[in-house]
């Protein structure tokens, strides 16, 4: 099970994940980013993203990583559509401040029995945009928690332990100029007692380093990876920078 190899990992360590989205580039150039990012030495591939994509598309992507490395993939879903038996486990993520029902529990209902007829593992996520939000924020229809606003973004996560959810996730969106800020990291981590995950806006040593050691236990990047020309040179020191964090 991922969720229990994800459990194990950070036991030892902070994890990082490489999030590559399917609608940015073609099936063979995602082959060539996830080439890249387990050489150096990322945990786990996420692959996904806020725009909708088509299942042929999601499955062509997740085959053209298969060819070039066995880390294990998680999708990261932006819609029902987004769903594959190639994949090794999927976020089944809520978007807790979205103002659609929709991105709330409608895609989940929708998707739900095809992924219980598929067997694949479902791993439950709180999903809390902050502001900037940029794409993700705009496609959840969200209602962006204020970056100063530690109390509220504490209640969503606290709020997705009690469900029983397995992950909180504090986004500020794919390419936004800043990461979640530290101190609602540190405020929200020593309110729950599941692990998690910071993504958006960590382009640098310095962001990585920031928020892991701000209390993430999972950081993600994506951006910095997927618009680079060397992105081995860029993500070794990030994910070093992570896993060395306290």
């Known amino acids: 099970m991922i969720f229990n190899e994800i459990e194990e990992k950070l036991k030892k360590s902070k994890i990082h994940m490489t999030l590559i989205d399917p609608a940015s580039q073609s099936p063979a150039k995602t082959a060539e980013i996830a080439l890249a990012a387990d050489q150096s030495g990322t945990d786990f591939l996420m692959v996904g993203g806020s725009t909708d994509i088509d299942k042929k598309i999601l499955d062509e992507s ?3 990583i298969r060819k070039v490395t066995d880390r294990k993939i998680i999708i990261f879903p932006g819609s029902a559509s987004m769903v594959s038996e190639k994949a ?3 976020y089944f993520m809520s978007l807790l401040n979205s103002g659609s029902l929709e991105f709330v529990v409608g895609h989940q209902f929708k998707a739900a029995p095809y992924i219980k007829s598929i067997g694949l593992e479902t791993i ?7 502001e900037p939000g940029m794409t993700a924020g705009r496609a959840g229809r969200a209602d962006l928690v204020r970056r100063n606003d530690l109390k509220s973004a504490a209640s969503y996560a606290m709020m997705a332990e009690l469900f029983g959810m397995k992950l909180v996730y504090l986004e500020a969106g794919s390419g936004a100029p800043e990461h979640v800020p530290s101190d609602m990291i540190t405020f929200v981590k020593r309110k729950i007692g599941i692990p998690l995950i910071v993504g958006g806006g960590i382009r640098s040593v310095e ?3 920031e928020v892991a050691q701000a209390g993430a236990d999972i950081v993600v990047t994506g951006t910095v990876a997927e618009k680079s020309e060397r992105v081995r040179e860029v993500l070794e020191p990030i994910i070093a920078a992570v896993r060395q964090a306290k």
């Open 124 to 130: 439950s996520m709180g999903y809390v945009i902050v």
């Open 88 to 90: 090794d486990a999927l």
């Open 207 to 209: 962001s990585a380093r």
């Open 62 to 64: 997740i085959e053209s």
